[in-house]
């Protein structure tokens, strides 16, 4: 005769709901901290990405330049705007025409401008404007025979509000001076690959004669120290001129530079060190020349940020996140 099976007792089944609750308890915070450093994982790769779409540009420009808004819609030529001649503009060096240049060439789309690991809502995924309906990137806007070269909708506006948009994450090296003159082109690896080309965007530095001061908080009130696992300190993934990119951990994200023959320098990737220092790294001629140039605009010594702005000779202007409460 079969013996009827024994049903499991009320008592029973809450220990075995009990013990499923705690080994979810445990799993989550794994589970969540893994999914966290698969988004830094894409970050990086993203970042990545965006530079190899830099040097594989970089095989059709003049010199192997990188990617230069101010040598596409150069100058007027002998009073005339003619596409490829005349003189670099530098006002168009800033950040929203770098990557609005980039996206009319189709190097590559605006979704892989926009980091996995994200938490500013600032930064949205350029849509287009009213003006084609908001039907993405506009690539009509890029015809050179009538003087136009990217979408102008495109905007860089971290420090934005009221409805103002960043649509890139990325933070890039200040495309002007010794910086722009010696590394801006494919291969250039002598400093062995140290300085920092493109990566995640800094904290708000509040004073330039002391990049560590954190006047109001302004370190531990950044959304950036949100973009990775650390949020007590800043943390982002940077691509250097080599093309190998690696995790930078702050808040200084310390690296090397070298300007000319002169020994390896200790730097601060997100800030402009000011005019001489000491080895001669600023430029000697031409706009801006000499120490103590403004920003530290001219010198060859890493910076990255986000730049809205049009550039001047002498000086770029980087715009921040806007604090948490």
């Known amino acids: 005769m079969k013996k009827t099976p024994r049903a499991f007792t009320l008592v ?94 189709n190097m590559f789309n605006t979704e892989i401008l926009i980091g996995p690991t994200e938490v500013n809502t600032v930064v949205q995924e350029y849509k287009g404007t009213a003006a084609n309906n908001f039907a993405g990137y506009d690539f009509t806007r890029y015809n050179p025979s009538q003087d136009t070269y990217w979408d102008d909708g495109f905007s860089a506006q971290i420090a934005g509000s009221g409805g103002a948009q960043c ?17 801006w082109f494919k291969a250039f690896a002598p400093d062995g690959g140290q300085r920092g080309m493109i990566g995640n965007r800094a904290w708000q530095i509040s004073s330039e004669s002391n990049p560590m001061a954190d006047t109001g908080g302004a370190f531990s009130r950044s959304p950036t120290l949100r973009l990775h696992q650390d949020e007590k300190n800043w943390e982002g993934n940077i691509v250097y001129t080599d093309g190998h990119g690696a995790m930078a951990e702050g808040p200084f994200g310390e690296v090397q530079y070298r300007c000319g023959n002169s020994e390896l320098k200790k730097d601060l990737l997100h800030f402009p060190e000011w005019g001489n220092d000491g080895v001669g790294c600023y430029s000697s001629s031409g706009p801006g020349a000499g120490p103590g140039t403004p920003n530290g605009a001219t010198c060859g010594d890493t910076w990255l940020g986000i730049f809205p702005n049009n550039v001047t000779a002498t000086a770029m202007i980087p715009a921040f996140d806007v604090l948490l409460p």
């Open 167 to 183: 649509n890139t994450s990325y933070a890039h090296l200040a495309i002007i001076g010794l910086r722009k003159n010696l590394v």
């Open 12 to 105: 029973e089944l809450l220990v075995v709901i009990a013990i499923i609750a705690v080994l979810v308890g445990l799993l989550l915070p794994a589970l969540a901290k893994a999914q966290q450093q698969a988004k830094t994982v894409k970050d990086l790769t993203q970042v990545q990405n965006i530079y190899k779409a830099w040097l594989t540009a970089a095989n059709e420009l003049e010199r192997n330049r990188l990617p230069t808004p101010g040598y596409a819609n150069r100058l007027a030529f002998n009073g005339v705007q003619v596409p490829g001649q005349g003189n670099e503009d530098v006002t168009r060096n800033n950040t929203k025409n770098l990557y609005s240049m980039c996206l009319a060439r």
